[in-house]
């Protein structure tokens, strides 16, 4: 079981968007792991972007991420990275496929709403990042079964 950290970023927040990124992970048959409404700190914001230190646009996605509140969550299931990218989508909303949340709900990468784990090792890298184990709930839905092949 994969697991995978979401955030819907601040322009997901302001623009009430919230529900519908969770509406369309609960559909797709992820399963919500932990979740939190935060302010991002400067120094949260570093490392978790840390891998894009030094690029053109970093100075502008720290001041993004920590302009306003986002919703942190972590989701998991069954190829939870792969399916949760595909719904979110490309980086770039205009080259993101039809359908997906960044093709349906942006245009500017640099305002492109969500972010999630792009690797499996970096999916648990980024949950602990930005959650305790202690925020971590485990348990199981009774549709478990009709969703996951394999418990
Ligand atoms: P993703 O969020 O799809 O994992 P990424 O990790 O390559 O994309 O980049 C992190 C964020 O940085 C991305 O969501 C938006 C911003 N970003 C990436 N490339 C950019 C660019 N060329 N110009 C402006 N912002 C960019
Ligand atoms: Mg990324």
Redesign the pocket.
């Known amino acids: 079981m994969e697991r995978t950290l979401v955030l819907v970023?601040p322009d997901g927040v302001q623009r009430g968007l919230i529900g519908e990124v969770i509406g369309r992970l609960e559909n797709r048959g992820l399963r919500l792991v932990a979740a939190k409404f935060i302010q991002v700190s400067q120094e949260l914001a570093e490392t978790h972007?840390a891998?894009?230190k030094g690029?053109?646009?970093?100075n502008?996605?720290i001041e993004?991420i920590t302009s306003a509140p986002v919703m942190a969550m972590a989701w998991e299931g069954p190829n939870a990275v792969a399916a949760i990218?595909q719904t979110?989508g490309?980086?770039?909303p205009t080259e993101a496929a039809p359908g997906s949340i960044?093709h349906d709900f942006a245009l500017?990468?640099?305002r492109?709403l969500?972010?999630?784990?792009?690797s499996v090792e970096n999916g648990e890298i980024e949950v602990a990042l930005w959650f305790s184990p202690a925020e971590l709930v485990d348990w199981k839905r009774d549709s478990d079964r009709w969703i996951f092949e394999k418990g």
């Open positions: 970023k972007y891998i894009h690029k053109p646009f970093y502008g996605l993004y990218r979110m490309a980086t770039r960044r500017e990468v640099g492109n969500t972010h999630a784990s792009d």
